[in-house]
Nanobody
Framework: VQLVESGGGLVQPGGSLRLSCAAS????????MFWFRQDPGKERELVAS????????IYPDSVKGRFTISRDNSKNTLYLQMNNLKPEDSAMYYC?????????WGQGTQVTVSS
């Protein structure tokens, strides 16, 4: 089982990024998938989840209306579309899942929002 995030980078405030999380070793469409973020010195924050039925939830009020979680089962990939990014969105973003074999996380992708 492996999760590999990509798509992070440096973006100006107001910009957009789409993070990807490529899964291998299992079919992500059958399980809950999550996006978390963590800034150094802060607690890890749950950003979004999507169920096997496709029910998507964005958790922090600060990103509602700006972030969207989705997945492409044919590509076995999870996405996080982030629009109108703000400096406070800067963090390492991780995807994760809980499957019968255990919980798994990727290595993270860094998002930095700065002018």
């Amino acid at each position: 089982v492996q999760l590999v995030e990509s798509g992070g980078g440096l973006v100006q405030p107001g910009g957009s990024l789409r993070l990807s999380c490529a899964a291998s070793g299992f079919s992500l469409g059958g399980y809950y998938m999550f996006w978390f973020r963590q800034d150094p010195g802060k607690e890890r924050e749950l950003v979004a989840s999507i169920s096997s039925a496709g029910v998507a939830i964005i958790y922090p009020d600060s990103v509602k209306g700006r972030f969207t979680i989705s997945r492409d089962n044919s590509k076995n990939t999870l996405y996080l579309q982030m629009n109108n990014l703000k400096p406070e969105d800067s963090a390492m973003y991780y995807c994760g899942t809980l499957i019968p074999q255990g919980d798994y996380w990727g290595q993270g992708t860094q998002v930095t929002v700065s002018s």
